[in-house]
């Protein structure tokens, strides 16, 4: 993951967020981890043919929130909705050591 340099292992269709989460990291969201608020959105760098399709909720809050060039290009998802199928590299500002 960027721009830490982390890597952490997920369980299959655990969602990116809740695997960087479980490894001791805070990801900066606005809502209760639902898709809400896209604060959660990454940029996947490789991999996201390695990742769940995007679901009609993502795609909703996406283009509620972000506007229509929000899911056009696929690079961009919600890392509370996206599930790990594989190795993926994403990039993420915010993401940082759960101190608390």
């Given at each position: 993951?960027?721009?830490l340099g982390i890597e952490?292992?997920?369980?299959?269709?655990?969602t990116v967020m809740d695997a960087v989460v479980a490894?001791?990291?805070?990801?900066p969201?606005?809502?209760?981890?639902?898709?809400?608020c896209t604060n959660c959105a990454m940029e996947v760098l490789s991999g996201i043919g390695r990742l769940s399709a995007m679901g009609r909720y993502e795609r909703q809050n996406l283009l509620r929130q972000r506007g229509q060039r929000s899911v056009e290009d696929p690079r961009l998802r919600?890392?509370?909705?996206?599930?790990?199928?594989?190795?993926?590299?994403?990039?993420?500002?915010?993401v940082r050591p759960d101190t608390l």
């Open positions: 993951m960027e721009p952490v292992d997920a369980p299959a269709n655990e490894h001791g990291f805070f990801w969201v606005g809502c209760a981890k639902n898709g809400e919600l890392a509370c909705q996206a599930r790990v199928q594989g190795d993926i590299v994403v990039y993420k500002s915010g």
